[in-house]
Structures are given as structure tokens and as C-alpha cells.
């Protein structure tokens, strides 16, 4: 007996990479008791300690940041350039969701500690799925993450429309957990191990990649990915989901986690499956014509605002899934730039909609825009900006998204694809421009002056601001991204 | 004669019989109990493998704790089950079809041609003094800790999201406060009304 124990050798695991990590659980959990001495008037001290948190983990990723690709807990926990550069975004993201959603949350009485402590869960979740190197890692961080999505959505219990969407995400949220985990299964029979690098390495091997079961796990693990990111043809959730929760929430689900959604592509499909890219790459094909075709097309029937920009995320994934599938280096950084500017763009939109609402009146219907720059020049000039970025327009930060993966699709020889690309974004550029004319052209139907707080004002007018700077200043945010890249693919 | 194999499709054949009961039975008090035979003969399988500490864990867990909770909620429930079986002949030969279709390209694709005994071996016996539960003790806190310390945050956040959507003060509900009650004072409850002595009544008058 004493001797099988001593037989088992253990290596303490190097805690250090994974120090953002246990911050943020950490943090969450002081929250989490701190919120529970607090009463509604002292709440703000939870938002503080929320915004701390992630300007903590921040600083913990940026010091911590080598540059360099760390493995720790047996194979299972990585450190790379992808993930610092991702966690970073992740935490940006969030930190601005929280700053929009206060007012939001005070006016309409659901200023509770749960949401922050619910969103910090979730950043972990995502920060766990971006670090995640092993199929195990990435399941629990996936499930993390949703879970906190699902009770986010659940929170506002008086609406009946919330619930119904919580309870319409939570099945098909299961259902594709459950689809991604029987193909991550038929992996593990396979190749005979959890670890990402373990498979990519048995999958590299000539000839491994030859075997219908194989086939069978990647189209498997596709459905699964393309259900969460909310690809066409599994994208029915996208519009139900948006729609029903409360414009934070839906500003939760909405950005950060199709980050974390972009790592887990990158790692399963790239860094696990690449010996399988001639077959996954067809699959990756047919999604994103897919989406970028219903996406736009349908997103210009909407009236609600919310539906409508369901739709157009539903278009950008397939933008996003052009890159990756040229699979070559410069494809995954022009991916890894899209999604970082489809994160910013999207706080921006749904941001919106936030300064925009008061209590008792959801600014969520098109009509609700009209005539905005005669109630507020500088915010429907914001909006301009965003609106002229998510349709492409040069110079902003949403053209240069589009031109780089573009041009990565060009370069892997697929000019049918681009060209297909470009006409639906001309298609898709009919519904922004319309807000725009919407916002200068036509009368007010409203007059209420703006009410939100001056911290939401100001992070609102960064943010369309820097989709402009960005915008004409983008080499350095691509040059994050290439260098981020830079250990993927060949 | 070897009695592995006679268990094993015993038994296989129980949970095979108990699984088909759940979903066909018209009493969702005896679907609930056919489940429970269910685990229990998996369980039993489970011992077969070797992996004696998942067996009884799954006793413990699933027919110990979830499906008396599960037992609790149908017989507490009034679930009227004919409109949910409505248009379960009309529908059975497309589901069936689809079913058996689905059934026979994952039996091609995953049977036992490539996942089976001759591709993969038969896995190792060990002898009597092999603990199971000890070898997963030795990995899941070494090997394992990271993904068990995430599955840990995945319970809090059960546990936080299940209690912000359940827990809400409901003013108008009535109920009793025991302290109140025993600390009540004689005068809070009787009304002494002091009043000037009436004439007596008589019917008749």
C-alpha cells in the first residue's frame, strides 16, 4: 500500500500562469459574500468591486505575459499569446458591459449582486475555455460560461418573454453541449487522449486522418461549435435569445463570449484538428455562406433593433469563419481581428439601445432612432460611426475586419468565396445605412432628453471613438493579432 | 465455465427491459421506479468493469438522492399525460423510420468494426487487491485538479443561479412568526371595553 502510493509522482503544478485565473474566482467569491452584507443603497460597492476585479486580472495577464507558450497543470491549462491577447479583450469587454448596465439595472429595480457576480463567473468561464488544452478544460469552461448565461437571461423573472428565452437557450444550449461532447468522445476513442497537443500530434501523422469515424467526430464537434458560435443552419436561438433578455444581458452574450467562442474554434479545429483541415475546411464553407447570406437577408425584414442585430451577429460569424478556414496563418489572425472588432462594435450597438432606454421604455424598435441627432448630435454621431463600421464602411474599424479576412480568402485562392462575401455585405450594408437615415433624416417622434450617467456617456463616446481611431489607425491592433497568431499554422 | 458472461447479459438484459419500461409505462410513478431499476443494473455492470467506486456513487447519487427527489416532484405534480401522448400513433412510423435510419449509420460509422474488442483489446484485469476508488483518488486531486476545480466553480454557480431564481420575498404571503408569538403580551390580544350595564330584554315586549 505504501509502496503504489509512493509509486505516484506528483509535481506540484506551476500555479503562475494560471494567477488571472484564481483572482477571478477568488474575487468572485469575496463579491459574492460582500454582496450579501450590502443594501440596495450601498449596491454600488459590489458594481466597484466588480470593475476592480477586472482591471486586477488585467494587470495580473499583462504582467504575467511572456510572449511565450506555457503548459501547466499536466497538459491541460496554456499560456499563450492568443489567450493574453483574448483575455485582455474579454476583460475590457466586460468591464464596459458593466459600466452600460448600471443605470439600466437601478431604473428597472434588478441592480443586484447576482448579475456582477453571475458575469464574473462567466468571465472566468471564458477565461478558462481560452486557456483550455484539453478537451476536459474546454467542456467545463463551455458549460461555466453557459450556465452563467442561462441564469443571466433568467434573472428578470417578471418577463415573461425573458424566461421563455432562458428556457429556449438553456435546451438548445444543452442539446448542442451534448452534440460537441459526443464527437469530443469519439476523438477521445480514437486517438486515445484528452490533451489537445496529443491529438493534433496523432492526427498530424500521415495517413491517421484517413478513418470515417474520424469524419464522423469532426462533423460532430463542428454542429457543436457552430451552435454556440451561431452559425447558420444553427442559428435559431441567436434572434429568440437576443430579443428576450434585458439589453444587458443580451450586451453579455453578445461580445465577450464569441471571443472565447473564436478561442475554442482555434483550439479544437486548429490546434487539434488541423491534419483534418481538407475535410473541416469544406464544412466551415457551407456555414459561412450560410450565415452571411441568412444573416443579412433577413436582418433586413426586422423592425426591433435587438432582432436586427441578432441577425447581423449572425452574419458577422460567417465573416469570422472565413478566415479560419483558409487555414493558414494570416487567415487566423485576419479571424482573431474580426472578432475583437465584431466585440467592440457590438458593445457599441446594444450600447445604444442602453443610453437610449429609461425607465419603463425599452429604445429597442427602429422608430425609437428617429430623428436622434436632433435630441443629441454627439451620441447619433457615435451611432453613425458604428453603424457605418458593422456595414464596412472605410475608414472605420469594421472595413479593415472585412478587408482582412478578405483578402486571406483571396490569397488562399477561393475569389468565388470573396466575391460572394462582398455581395452580401453590400446587402447587409442596407440595413445600418437605414438606421443612419432613420437617426439625421427623419422627425422625432420623441423629445426626452438623454438620462443616463456620465460614466456610461463618456465609456459610450470612447468606444465609438475608438472604432474611429482604430479605425484609421489599425496596424497596430493587426499587429497584435499576426503576432498573436504566430504560433498557429504554418 | 466462465459466469462473467452469464451476468453480464442477465443483467444487460434487466436494464435493457427496465430502460424500454420507462418510456413506454402509463404511470409516471412507475416510469420514475423502472429508472431506478435501471441505475441499479448499470450499476451492476459498472462493478463488472471494475469501477466499483462509480457504481456505488451512481446508486448513492442517482437512486439515493435524485430519483427520490424526482419521485417527490411527479407524485406532487398533477400532470394530466393524455395530451401528451396526442398524436403518438400518427407520428410513430415517420419517428421510427428516422429512428432505425439514425440507428443503422452510427452502428456503420461507430459499431464495434472500429471501436470493438479485436481493434482495441480487451482491457486489463486486475487482481483482488486493486482498489479503483484509490486510483481515481490519486489522480483527481494531482492530474485532475485543474478541471475539478473548475467543475467545483460550475456547483457554486448552480447553487447561485438556482437561488437567485427561486428565492423572492412575496409580501402578500402570510405566515408565522414563532418568537412573535410566544413573546405576545396579554393586552396586545385582549381588549378590555369597559361600558355601562343595559336593560335587560325581554321578547314579549
Redo the contacts between chains.
Sequence with gaps: MEE??AS?S?QV?DMTP?LPEIFV?TMA?VI?VVDLFLTDRNRVITYLMSLATLLGAAILTFSLHTGETVL???G??ISDSMADVLKFFIYLVCAAVFIYARQYLIDRQLF?G?FY??GL?GV?GMM?MVSAH?L??IY??L??LA??L??MV??Q?DSGIASEAAMKYFVLGALASGLLLYGMS?LY?ITGSLDIGDIGAYLAAPGSSD???LM?AVAFVIVGLAFKLGAVPFHMWIPDVYHGASTPVTLYIGSAPKLAAFALVMRLLVEGMEGLHVHWQDMLIVLAVLSMAAGNVIAIAQGNLKRMLAYSTIAHVGYLLLGILTGVTTGYAASMFYVIVYAIMTLGGFGMIILLSRAGFEAENLEDFKGLNERSPWFAAMMAILMFSMAGVPPFLGFWAKFAVLEAVVRADMVWLAVVAVLFAIIGAYYYLRIIKLMYFDKAEETTPLTSGTDMKLVMSVNGLAVLALGIYPSALLALCAGAMATFGG | MNIEPIIFYFFSAILVAASAAVITVRNPVHAALSLVLAFFTSAIIWVLLEAEFLAITLVLVYVGAVMVLFLFVVMMLDINLVPLREGFIRYLPVGALVAIIMFVEMVI??GSN??GLDVFGAGMKHGPDYSNT?ELG?VLY??????F???A??L???I??AI??TM?RRPATKFQDPSKQVLVKRNERVRMVKMAAENKTTPNE
Design positions: 503504489q502510493l505516484v506528483f503544478p494560471a474566482l467569491c459574492l501547466s497543470f499536466d491541460s491549462f443586484k447576482e457576480v453571475l463567473f472566468l478558462v484539453s476536459l478544460t467545463l469552461g458549460e461555466l450556465l452563467c442561462y441564469a433568467a434573472l423573472r469519439i476513442g478513418n470515417l469515424a464522423f | 460509422v461507430v472500429r471501436f484509490k490519486s494531482t492530474v485532475y485538479v485543474y478541471p476545480e473548475i467543475a466553480a460550475i457554486l454557480v448552480a447561485i443561479a437567485a431564481l423572492r
